[in-house]
């Protein structure tokens, strides 16, 4: 049961929606994009988050699509996770999606709202940073296409009443090598202890993280320079330039997921042949 | 664009009826379908997206009632438990004994129900990935999944 009120809204265009957050705004009134809602509502219920309106944006067509166009594929930010897996036009981001939550659960969540919730996992913008995706958003002057690290870094970076309308991912990316594993404490559906995703891009690897920092983040490293013979040392390269530290809590310890990360590596390593 | 304010006259189409109902925006799917309408068949648990006791289709998709304003609804077509009418999947539930204290059953019939139907030939793969999303605290997950699988291999 949430507590408290609130007005709801369902607009039918970007223009819409952006008018009536400026219309709520300027009533010195707090409103919030809805997508799939099960952050809003679950936070909502324990009195974590307070607003005065909702504005859905699962009408707008702009953030349902999932299409491929030229050389990109296009998924709207309110597009359900089960959508993208069932989709499947990117099948790392459609691995990241399918460990994320469990079925029903991702028939709600949308991948705007995995990237723009208070939830510090975001698992399915790993596979978003590692092919420098772009993101449409849209704002009081219009819609402009960002690179994804201009919405998302370290933490979400849109303005107020920027709505985030789909994400774009260059299709040159999409069949590259690529992994992805999800350790949790115990559950499989749990929140990730460690999650690694990777894409293989020439002699590169592109390595993202969530569930090791407070934030998801991406590596990357040459893979041609790996010292072959001293991998302990190339992990402990990849550790150094982890941008926070690690995180010690009740799902694991800090020191835990640093083992379970410096497996994790291992694998990953074997996996693309360039360790012993 | 369609706006609710406080607490007002809002259509819901339930089960094939469309119903009205009073509901304030805040209101939880769930909260108005049991409490409102009197459809008890979905039950409420955890209430924190966690257990999937509370299950609900929303135009053929499982969804679960407790993350959903009830105002999210309007527009589109609800099915509870109750709306599931001798379906092949009650009767499989019956026949491989797949209840013990069957708190958990509404919502493990209702989400099977949409897998058999969106995947009639449903692998076992599918078939885990959408069970999962259930917890049961007293049946092994054995009788469920024959339960399943009998209705796919009809
Ligand atoms: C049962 C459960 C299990 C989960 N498990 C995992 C997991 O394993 N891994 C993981 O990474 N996450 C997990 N999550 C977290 C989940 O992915 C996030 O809570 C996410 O926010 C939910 O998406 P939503 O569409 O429901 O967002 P909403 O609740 O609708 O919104 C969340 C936030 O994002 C903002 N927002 C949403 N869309 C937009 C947009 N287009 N433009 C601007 N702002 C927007 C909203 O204003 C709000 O602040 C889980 C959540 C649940 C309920
Ligand atoms: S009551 Fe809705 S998931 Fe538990
Ligand atoms: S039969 Fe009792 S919880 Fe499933």
Redesign the interface.
């Known amino acids: ?12 265009t970007i223009e ?1 929606a952006i008018n ?1 957050y400026k219309k709520i705004t300027g009533q010195e009134k707090k409103a919030i994009y809805y997508a799939g ?2 952050e809003i ?2 936070m ?2 324990v009195n974590q988050l307070s607003f005065d309106s ?1 504005i ?1 944006i ?2 707008i067509p702009e953030c349902n699509v999932i299409e491929t166009k030229d050389d990109k594929l296009i998924i709207g930010s309110a597009v359900c996770l ?1 959508r993208i897996c069932d989709f499947g036009g990117y099948p790392l981001l459609g691995a990241v999606c ?1 460990r994320i939550a ?4 991702r ?2 969540i949308t991948l705007g709202g995995n990237i723009l919730g208070k939830i510090q996992y975001k698992e399915a913008i790993l596979p978003l940073l590692l092919t420098d995706s772009k993101v449409t958003v849209a704002g009081t002057a219009g819609k402009s296409e960002k690179p994804i690290d201009r919405i998302f870094n370290e933490k979400p970076l849109l303005n107020a009443g920027e709505l985030l309308v789909n994400i774009i991912i260059d299709k040159k990316y999409i069949n590259n090598p690529y992994s992805h594993s999800k350790k949790t404490k115990q559950e ?2 749990d929140y990730p202890l460690v999650t690694i995703a990777s894409v293989k891009n020439d002699d590169e690897i592109r390595i993202g993280f969530s569930g090791l920092c407070v934030y998801p983040f991406r590596l990357d490293i040459i893979f041609g320079n790996i010292d072959n013979t001293n991998p302990e040392s190339e992990i402990n390269n990849i550790l150094n330039r982890v941008p926070a530290p690690i995180v010690n809590d009740i799902l694991g310890s800090a020191e835990y997921r640093e083992f379970v990360t410096r497996n994790l590596l291992i694998d990953l390593f074997n996996y693309y042949g360039g360790m012993n | ?6 607490k007002s006259i809002i259509e819901l189409y339930v089960n094939g009826d469309l119903k009205t109902v009073a509901a ?5 799917l769930l ?1 108005i379908l049991r409490e409102s309408l009197g459809l008890t068949g979905t039950k409420n648990s955890c ?3 966690d257990c ?1 006791s509370c ?1 609900v289709l929303l135009d053929g ?4 009632s ?4 009830a ?2 609804a309007v527009g589109h077509e609800i099915t509870t438990i109750e709306g599931l009418q001798d379906v092949p999947m009650q009767k499989a539930f019956v026949e491989k004994s797949a209840i013990q204290c069957g708190y958990c059953t509404p919502g493990m019939i209702i ?1 099977s129900h949409a897998l058999t139907t969106i995947y009639p030939d449903a692998s076992d793969e599918i078939i885990e ?2 069970l ?3 917890i049961c605290r007293c049946t092994g997950y054995k009788e469920i999944c024959e339960a399943v699988k009998s209705v796919i291999n009809m």
């Open positions: 049961m949430i507590t408290f009120d609130f007005d709801y809204y369902r607009p039918d819409e009536v809602g099960t509502v679950s909502s219920r909702v859905d699962k009408a089960t399918r469990e079925h029903t659960a028939d709600m499989k559906i | 664009m369609i706006e609710f304010h406080d304030r925006p805040a209101d939880t909260f209430g924190n997206g999937n299950t998709w499982p969804v679960k407790c993350l959903m304003l105002v999210e989400n990935e959408w999962e999303s259930n």
